[in-house]
């Protein structure tokens, strides 16, 4: 996939569009959300570090009858569990 829309807000680290980014892919990659990833590395599993993405709470994949199609991912806000929090809303947003 392409990334179709991007938005850094004002005052965040320059290289949030950057992760947030990174943690849509691995969320679309994984088809899981990148703090299970984490989790996974917190609880043992270090070995996932080595495969190149990035395992950050904050993305969300977008799955529509079983497929991917997308994800989101969010970085640069107060908290990690804030990251998540507004990339599960914005997933959850019906159009």
């Known amino acids: 996939g392409n990334l179709v829309y ?3 807000l004002d005052g965040t680290f320059p290289a ?3 992760v947030a980014t990174k ?5 679309a990659t994984f088809k ?3 703090s299970k990833l984490e989790n996974a590395i917190n609880g043992g599993r270090q070995a996932l570090i ?4 990035t395992f950050l ?5 977008i799955i529509f009858e079983g497929q991917v199609i997308g994800a989101i991912g969010v970085s640069g806000s107060a908290s990690a569990q804030q990251d998540e929090d ?3 809303a914005g997933a959850k947003v019906k159009l």
């Open 50 to 53: 080595t495969v190149g993405h």
């Open 86 to 88: 507004m990339a599960n």
């Open 32 to 34: 899981a959300p990148s």
């Open 16 to 18: 949030a569009a950057e």
């Open 57 to 61: 709470q904050g993305g969300i994949p």
């Open 23 to 27: 943690k849509a892919n691995t969320a």
């Open 6 to 8: 991007l938005e850094r």
